[in-house]
DNA sequence: TTTCTTGTTTGTAATCATTACAGTCAATAT
DNA sequence: ATATTGACTGTAATGATTACAAACAAGAAA
């Protein structure tokens, strides 16, 4: 379901886009933990395996990979933006509790509405906030 | 379709929130321009009617409207925080190319995810990007 | 009216995420 | 070995948002 390593390497490769270190680094960070992370979580994660790694490096390669497509880009409500690897329209649920964002499987023929005939969609994106599973059940013991 | 000025007002009223004069402007502008502003928006709008307006007293506003109700955020990609006073369940778009936010009407029980049969959702949020009819038709000329 | 109390507004300063930029570094080609 | 190109780094700048303390306004009590 979710896009390889070795997958995503190639399509670096086939956009003519060099894999340093770095970029390789994140690369595979972003692709074992499909957790949405933010900016700070990826740096966070990678800084003490890089030590001279910087944040700034980590905003460009992502962008990077927005730009060409291997990751999209999440707003949620508390104004920071997650990175996505999974590319295939599918929406999310985030957890009030505890912060955590979840993948949630669309019927994307459930997207069309008649307001929007005549625009050109480029992008569409659903989002659910509440309390998931995890946390009603700590709730109820 | 969008709740009246009037009822607006009386709905402060009810939760026991002072009618202040800018409570009063910024609540008659969100009701009378749907436009889904930024606190930066709602500010240049008034702040040459109300000359001592802060910034501070919009940002408070505005959220202490989301604590009660009357408004709900909306995050755009953008790294900026909206305000739409229309808080029944809709979706939106927003066009690349002016910026601008367009309500969308939706079938909301089209959205419900298998995903999300354990999970207690409070509050869900379609977004469209792309070009709209409008700056379609500009293009083309 | 004056005083007191409560809550609102204001302006400045702080915070936090993100971007700009310029210098440094690394890899590859010549 | 040198030159060129592009990537990386660190610091500074930006921009949105929040924190905070002082000033202010309105209504209640004296």
Chains 1, 2 share one sequence.
């Not at 001279?52 to 880009?73: A, D, P, Q």
């Not at 329209?89 to 005939?117: E, W």
Request: proline fraction near 3%.
């Amino acid at each position: 379901m979710n896009p390889t390593y070795e997958s995503l390497k190639q399509e670096l490769l086939n956009q003519d886009i060099k894999l340093s270190h770095q970029r390789l680094k994140i690369l595979e960070f972003m692709a074992s933990n499909v957790i949405h992370p933010t900016v700070d979580q990826v740096y966070q994660a990678l800084h003490h395996e890089i030590p001279t790694l910087s944040k700034t490096t980590v905003y460009n390669t992502l962008n990077l990979f927005v730009e060409v497509g291997l990751c999209i880009t999440l707003a949620t409500e508390e104004n920071e933006i997650r990175y996505d690897i999974h590319t295939f329209p599918h929406g999310h649920f985030k957890c009030k509790k505890c912060n955590q964002v979840y993948n949630v499987d669309i019927d994307s023929h459930a997207f069309t509405s008649k307001d929007l005939a005549h625009f050109e969609i480029h992008h569409q994106e659903v989002f659910y906030k509440g309390i998931c599973e995890k946390c009603l059940l700590i709730q109820k013991l």
